[in-house]
């Protein structure tokens, strides 16, 4: 027997939930489908071990999309803390703050090298590569060459595992455009200058997200926020179905009728039949389970993802350390990035007697990190910590080891073209099939812009064609804020069933 639902949602990540949450809440049968056996939120979700939480990458909820934030506050309304952000670079055995303190950098750099990282700046800007193919190209026109050196390449090719020179400019041009560097130089001397009052931004001057000085945080991790949309689904009449790994997919055109079948924890199979199929699985798995195949399946599998995992050390707390995390640009180890998760909330760490960092090692799955016994792994990063001198590893009393598979799509040089492909094999042969999300399209969102994604679907599905492009939707979420030609009217104008409380 099969299982009917007005829209079937694959994946319980931050966009799936998004969705399956706007239409629950609007009276519309939805069902939500998530693979994992034991929690939802994906890489957004909260682990626990021995009381202590963990953030999966580190998930600041601050977005310049105002019906996001608002649908924070709608899910989880008494449960944020307002957070100090504070992020620094360690290179050379020094940390630098981020985002730049003038003064300090040149102290840390010398004068030397800072007067060369200032002409390569000048040299880049009077003499740009033209249209830039590469990350390298793209960095190296906005910051010089010796700044990319410095302060780019190593940490970004250890996030990839590929030459800065085979990443596309667009994921640079995507997650850098923000930040000018006369903007951080002006903010840089002013916070150098330790001016206490900040000029606030002119009308219609766009917010530097990367220079934020706080956030808010769910005080028990962002987990919180995608347990109580989950929760809300359900006590709207939704279902949230875990441990469900979707295998197959087929379309019946004449009926507009999709039919799909999940695979149970225990091998048992399940079918469900929709009328709408929202994903924010991997374009790659997603393509490669629709039956009969797409004609876009060689581009969906040359798609690429790079996958990490967090190593989280407990240790006594003597002379902790208040950033949030610390970008490890020093290429003698293999640690990327380090969270304290502390500095994230105290309530992440139960006992005020010891800390909790999370050292994250990027890798592909199956290879040598990924595949490492978590022994190998809590030796590696004990290591790491002591030669970093973060903490002493002799002060470390318990570890575990969390991996995190297709973390990031790849943006190589590739990408773009096979995105496309896929992209209009989908919406021409399947009307009904709506892609939302990080992995779901490809895209380096972040949790708000993959939210974003999610809600305008929900939208669409909600009157019945597609009003709004998600596609749109920039990594900067500016959609929600200066909009596409008509789209603001489109929302203002679009019909919506009264709520139903959550």
Not at 76 to 103: H, Q, V
Not at 183 to 191: G, K, V
Request: proline share 5%.
């Amino acid at each position: 027997m099969s299982q009917h639902t007005e829209t079937l949602v694959i994946g319980a990540g931050p966009a799936g939930l998004t969705a399956g949450y706007m239409l629950a809440r609007e009276g519309r049968a939805v069902t939500v489908l998530e693979r994992d056996p034991g929690q939802v939120g994906g890489i957004s979700r909260t682990v626990s071990y021995k009381g202590f939480l963990f953030d999966i990458g580190g998930h600041r909820f601050f977005s310049k999309a105002q019906e996001v934030v608002d649908l924070w506050d709608e899910i989880l309304p008494n449960d944020f803390i307002e957070r100090p952000r504070l992020s620094r670079i360690y290179y050379k055995g020094r940390t630098y703050a981020y985002p730049l303190r003038a003064f300090e950098a040149l102290r840390n750099l010398g004068l030397l090298e800072s007067a060369a990282c200032v002409a390569s700046y000048l040299w880049a800007r009077a003499r740009p590569v033209a249209e830039p193919k590469s990350f390298h190209d793209w960095v190296r026109n906005q910051f010089g060459e010796r700044l990319f050196a410095i302060f780019f390449k190593t940490y970004t090719e250890k996030v990839w595992g590929m030459s800065c020179d085979a990443i596309s400019a667009d994921w640079a041009a995507q997650r850098i455009k923000g930040l000018d560097l006369g903007a951080a130089i002006r903010d840089a001397l002013a916070r150098s200058l330790g001016s206490r009052r900040r000029r606030r931004p002119r009308a219609g001057e766009p917010v530097i997200k990367t220079l934020i000085e706080s956030f808010r945080y769910p005080r028990r991790g962002p987990g919180m926020m995608w347990d109580a949309a989950a929760a809300a689904i359900r006590r709207n009449g939704g279902e949230v179905l875990l441990g469900r790994s979707v295998d197959t997919l087929s379309y019946d055109a004449p009926s507009g009728i999709w039919t799909v079948s999940a695979k149970r924890q225990d091998g048992t199979r399940e079918t469900f039949t929709a009328r709408n199929v929202v994903s924010s699985a991997p374009i790659r798995e997603l393509v490669a389970a629709i039956r009969p195949a797409p004609i876009s399946t060689f581009q969906a599998r040359a798609l690429r993802y790079r996958d990490f995992l967090t190593v989280a050390l407990i240790a006594r707390a003597r002379e902790g350390f208040p950033d949030n995390w610390i970008y490890i640009h020093d290429p003698s180890v293999k640690v990327g990035r380090v969270q304290n998760f502390r500095s994230w909330s105290p309530e992440m760490v139960p006992d005020p007697a010891y800390t909790c960092l999370g050292l994250e090692y990027f890798c592909f799955e199956g290879d040598g990190l990924w595949a490492a016994p978590d022994s190998e792994l809590i030796a590696l990063a004990r290591r790491e910590i002591g030669r970093l001198g973060l903490i002493d590893p002799a002060d470390v009393v318990d570890a575990c080891v969390v991996r995190q598979p297709k973390a990031y799509p790849v943006y190589d040089d590739a990408y773009r073209e096979n995105v496309a492909t896929v992209r209009r094999d989908l919406e021409g042969s399947y009307p009904t099939l709506h892609l939302v999300g990080r992995n779901g399209m490809h895209k380096y969102n972040n949790q708000d812009h993959a939210m974003m994604t999610a809600m305008l679907t929900a939208r669409n599905i909600l009157a019945g064609e597609r009003r709004h492009d998600v596609w749109s939707v920039n990594e900067d979420a500016e959609y929600a804020e200066a909009g596409l030609p008509g789209a603001r009217e489109a929302l203002r104008s679009e019909r919506q069933v009264p709520r139903r409380v959550a």
